[in-house]
């Protein structure tokens, strides 16, 4: 048996109960759970588990081959008990508005510049990500700016579907990073599609809209190498 991944079917999952499948030190893996792992550049997520009066805090989140492992503040529930999860809900959708934000600014410069992405990462409303530009100068950081909150005001659903490897390796575009980073053993791989926009192979967890960003604003951008240059972005706080 392993963990039934909630959050890579439905992001807006606050709260779950799930079975204690194994433990190992402090952490538990469940049958399910709703806790993101991190990955992709998007950190694990943060929450509790509880249990008969009892509160475990979440501070660690991980995943291997066969589990989604909590790791817990104090003496772990024990193996076969229920338990109820709750996410930091305020901190997971600062994080999917984030995300999404970042999947927006790849799919404009990927669409209108045609550069690929280098390197990236986030935190809650804040993010960088390297692309492969020669040149980027105020002028241009402000065009990119105006065109990804236009993407933002044109309301654009995001959807996530899955596709078998040997159809997904045969669509170049689903990976935007000049290296691929998808595990040479994934037989099946998770696509995020904003309509109109973008799609990519992906692996965290989005908002259902792109209106739910509200605004992005480029906050700094630096040279980071001859053809990597560095755009951070800022998502208002709602």
Avoid at 142 to 159: D, G, L, M, S, V
Avoid at 162 to 179: C, G, H, M, S, Y
Avoid at 188 to 206: K, N, P, S
Wanted: aromatic share 8%.
């Amino acid at each position: 048996m392993e963990t039934q991944v909630i959050y890579h079917t439905d992001a807006y999952v606050k709260e779950f109960d799930a079975t204690v499948l194994a433990v190992e030190g402090n952490a538990v893996a469940l049958d399910a759970t709703a806790f993101f792992p991190g990955g992709g550049g998007q950190p694990h997520d943060l929450g509790t588990l509880s249990q008969d009066g009892q509160t475990w805090q979440v501070t660690k989140v991980s995943k291997d081959e066969r589990y989604v492992w909590h790791q817990v503040e104090g003496e772990p529930p024990a193996i076969g008990s229920r338990v109820h999860g709750v996410l930091d809900w305020e901190r997971r959708y600062a994080l999917m508005r984030t995300h999404t934000a970042m999947h927006i600014l790849c799919g404009v410069v990927w669409r209108d510049y045609g550069a690929k992405v280098t390197g990236g990462n986030m935190e809650p409303l804040r993010g960088r990500m390297d692309f492969e530009f020669e040149n980027l100068r105020a002028e241009l950081v402000q065009e990119i700016e105006q065109r990804i909150n236009a993407e933002i005001a044109e309301a654009r659903a995001t959807r996530v579907y899955f596709l078998p490897r040997a159809e997904a390796d045969q669509n170049p575009d689903l990976i935007r990073t000049k290296v691929s980073l998808l595990p040479a053993d994934m037989t099946t791989v998770r696509v995020l599609e904003i309509e109109g926009l973008d799609i990519q192979a992906d692996g965290g967890t989005h908002v259902a809209n792109t209106h739910e960003v509200e605004r992005i604003r480029v906050v700094n951008y630096k040279s980071k190498g001859k053809i990597n240059k560095r755009l951070e972005i800022a998502v208002e706080a709602r």
